[in-house]
T-cell receptor
Framework: GAVVSQHPSWVICKSGTSVKIECRSLDFQATTMFWYRQFPKQSLMLMATSNEGSKATYEQGVEKDKFLINHASLTLSTLTVTSAHPEDSSFYIC?????????????FGPGTRLTVL | GQNIDQPTEMTATEGAIVQINCTYQTSGFNGLFWYQQHAGEAPTFLSYNVLDGLEEKGRFSSFLSRSKGYSYLLLKELQMKDSASYLCAPMDSNYQLIWGAGTKLIIKP
């Protein structure tokens, strides 16, 4: 089946540093990728929609200057958490949208656990 | 608005059958997904329904009624490893998944 990878799987960083998370669709091209954040015991929350070749669309309340998204190719989207703070510690999950019409499916990456000290 | 309604928590016995219901309201509709999520892990895909009716896949089956905004996930022959959260996620007209809090399923021996 389709596979989506994320790197790194976990990261610990100091407050004020920037962290880049990569999301790759390994065996299909994804014009659209989504970035989610999940705090412990809470639902997934959509942060932004990443479209290849254009600017990302951010959800209300998500700072686009803090969470930089780049969808450089049909198989790669990156999320950079700039000047990370402890409140940014969370589980970040990407998903890649495959197909069109009745066979649409989103495949999730394994997630990246970010801990900001 | 868009919203999902699922029970917060359910408990079932190993070997039994459990049905997790989901009602939804979305702006447009492009199918409904069920995902399983174990604690600390990303969701994994279970099923996708876009037409009314029942889709069976091994021990798991999923049902959809678009006119009622209703779906259920049926799990048979429950195993301890089925203890997880189950997320009902309809896809809206923009192909975005709408997430609820999910249903935490606890399996007891």
């Amino acid at each position: 089946g389709a596979v989506v990878s994320q790197h790194p799987s976990w990261v610990i960083c100091k407050s004020g540093t920037s962290v880049k998370i990569e999301c790759r669709s390994l065996d299909f091209q994804a014009t659209t990728m989504f970035w989610y954040r999940q705090f412990p015991k809470q639902s997934l929350m959509l942060m932004a929609t990443s479209n290849e070749g254009s600017k990302a669309t951010y959800e209300q309340g998500v700072e686009k200057d803090k969470f930089l998204i780049n969808h450089a190719s049909l198989t790669l989207s990156t999320l950079t958490v700039t000047s990370a703070h402890p409140e940014d510690s969370s589980f970040y999950i990407c998903s890649a949208h495959r197909g069109a019409g009745a066979t649409d499916t989103q495949y999730f990456g394994p997630g990246t656990r970010l801990t900001v000290l | 608005g868009q919203n999902i309604d699922q029970p917060t928590e359910m408990t079932a016995t190993e070997g039994a059958i459990v049905q997790i219901n989901c009602t939804y309201q979305t702006s447009g509709f492009n199918g409904l997904f069920w995902y399983q999520q174990h604690a600390g892990e990303a969701p994994t895909f279970l099923s996708y329904n876009v037409l009314d009716g029942l889709e069976e896949k091994g021990r798991f089956s999923s049902f959809l009624s678009r006119s009622k905004g209703y779906s259920y996930l049926l799990l048979k022959e429950l195993q301890m490893k089925d203890s997880a959260s189950y997320l009902c996620a309809p896809m809206d007209s923009n192909y975005q998944l709408i997430w609820g809090a999910g249903t935490k399923l606890i399996i007891k021996p």
